[in-house]
């Protein structure tokens, strides 16, 4: 009797799962069964995402380089058989108005091939190529794409308790998770320094029964949104990261380092001996300014470079320990440092 009523109780499961979940398919973030579709043309836009983040004007020039030699990329073009990410953020980037977008793929291999038959004499003297016409890329994005897939198999065990199991497993062993988290990193392309970064995220729930009777009829239809799920996840995802990527840089703010970008940083390396500034009795510059520093003395950068904080410093230093004030890091000075 036990077996029975769990044999009806399956059966049960199945025909309301079937029922309630038939043609089922939702895609969280992004909106829309195509996230990024529609048309761009110059600062106008057509049927784009209408949660697609978008600004007044321009904030520089942009090109979008796609690193193929990253694992996400050979799993992307070879086991989901879905062509390169650049068409698509390209699309979002102009729609946006957010940059300008410049080529520098395919396209500029082209221009590049016009510009050499230019420059060869093949081409009408009326052909209006020349040099210093081509556009910088103020910054450049890099997208990266990290997947996870589900293909549930929680349907497994309560398979082999029943021999109603195998319609259960149909059933719920045919419901797909497919997540996928994307980066896109914005860099400058005169300096070299990321000015922004952000990820996003898309899931998609995607309840398919074209295993339960073969994929044939009306059922099977239920199923054809799984034929490129990872596709308009993916799509969703990266409209995700666009949008919190633009809301980033309209509160952009520049990072600051005293003494500039690239000079030497706040964090020194132990026994590093900076350029110009030899030793003092075994002691370097750099070292100096840190011991002033923590006596309170020495309120500007460390950088082992001699300037007006570091003299007066030193100056107040000597006068505290009685030395001859020269607001220089004589011998005298660098032993009483040390001690």
């Given at each position: 009797?036990?077996?029975?009523?769990?044999?009806?109780?399956?059966?049960?499961?199945?025909?309301?799962?079937?029922?309630?979940?038939?043609?089922?398919?939702?895609?969280?973030?992004?909106?829309?069964?195509?996230?990024?579709?529609?048309?761009?043309?110059?600062?106008?836009?057509?049927?784009?995402?209408?949660?697609?983040?978008?600004?007044?004007?321009?904030?520089?020039?942009?090109?979008?380089?796609?690193?193929?030699?990253?694992?996400?990329?050979a799993m992307l073009t070879q086991q989901y058989h879905?062509?390169?990410?650049?068409?698509?953020?390209?699309?979002?980037?102009?729609?946006?108005?957010?940059?300008?977008?410049?080529?520098?793929?395919?396209?500029?291999?082209?221009?590049?091939?016009?510009?050499?038959?230019?420059?060869?004499?093949?081409?009408?003297?009326?052909?209006?190529?020349?040099?210093?016409?081509?556009?910088?890329?103020?910054?450049?994005?890099?997208?990266?794409?990290?997947?996870?897939?589900?293909?549930?198999?929680?349907?497994?065990?309560?398979?082999?308790?029943?021999?109603?199991?195998?319609?259960?497993?149909?059933?719920?062993?045919?419901?797909?998770?497919?997540?996928?988290?994307?980066?896109?990193?914005?860099?400058?392309?005169?300096?070299?320094?990321?000015?922004?970064?952000?990820?996003?995220?898309?899931?998609?729930?995607?309840?398919?029964?074209?295993?339960?009777?073969?994929?044939?009829?009306?059922?099977?239809?239920?199923?054809?949104?799984?034929?490129?799920?990872?596709?308009?996840?993916?799509?969703?995802?990266?409209?995700?990261?666009?949008?919190?990527?633009?809301?980033?840089?309209?509160?952009?703010?520049?990072?600051?380092?005293?003494?500039?970008?690239?000079?030497?940083?706040?964090?020194?390396?132990?026994?590093?001996?900076?350029?110009?500034?030899?030793?003092?009795?075994?002691?370097?510059?750099?070292?100096?300014?840190?011991?002033?520093?923590?006596?309170?003395?020495?309120?500007?950068?460390?950088?082992?470079?001699?300037?007006?904080?570091?003299?007066?410093?030193?100056?107040?230093f000597q006068r505290i320990r009685g030395l001859d004030?020269?607001?220089?890091?004589?011998?005298?000075?660098?032993?009483?440092?040390?001690?």
């Amino acid at each position: 009797m036990r077996i029975d009523s769990l044999k009806q109780g399956a059966l049960a499961f199945a025909i309301v799962a079937f029922t309630s979940l038939a043609g089922c398919s939702t895609l969280q973030t992004g909106g829309g069964k195509n996230p990024v579709a529609g048309s761009a043309g110059g600062a106008n836009s057509k049927n784009a995402n209408p949660t697609l983040e978008h600004c007044p004007k321009p904030l520089g020039t942009l090109a979008v380089e796609e690193d193929e030699g990253e694992p996400w990329y050979a799993m992307l073009t070879q086991q989901y058989h879905l062509p390169s990410t650049t068409p698509l953020i390209r699309m979002m980037i102009q729609q946006s108005n957010c940059f300008v977008v410049v080529d520098r793929g395919r396209g500029m291999t082209s221009m590049m091939r016009e510009r050499d038959l230019a420059a060869s004499g093949e081409l009408r003297s009326s052909s209006n190529l020349r040099p210093h016409q081509m556009v910088a890329a103020d910054y450049v994005v890099t997208p990266n794409i990290q997947f996870s897939q589900d293909t549930g198999g929680g349907a497994a065990g309560l398979a082999g308790l029943v021999p109603y199991g195998a319609l259960v497993g149909a059933v719920v062993g045919s419901m797909k998770t497919s997540e996928a988290s994307t980066t896109l990193m914005l860099t400058d392309t005169r300096s070299g320094v990321q000015v922004a970064i952000a990820q996003g995220s898309a899931k998609n729930m995607d309840f398919g029964f074209g295993g339960l009777f073969g994929g044939a009829g009306a059922v099977g239809a239920a199923g054809a949104y799984a034929k490129t799920p990872q596709g308009k996840v993916i799509a969703a995802a990266f409209l995700d990261s666009y949008n919190q990527m633009v809301k980033a840089v309209r509160e952009y703010a520049p990072q600051h380092v005293s003494g500039g970008l690239g000079t030497g940083g706040a964090l020194s390396v132990d026994g590093e001996s900076p350029s110009g500034a030899g030793d003092v009795a075994g002691l370097s510059l750099r070292d100096a300014q840190r011991k002033l520093a923590s006596l309170g003395l020495y309120k500007s950068r460390i950088d082992g470079r001699p300037g007006p904080g570091t003299s007066s410093a030193l100056s107040s230093f000597q006068r505290i320990r009685g030395l001859d004030v020269t607001g220089k890091l004589d011998p005298a000075t660098a032993r009483a440092l040390q001690q």
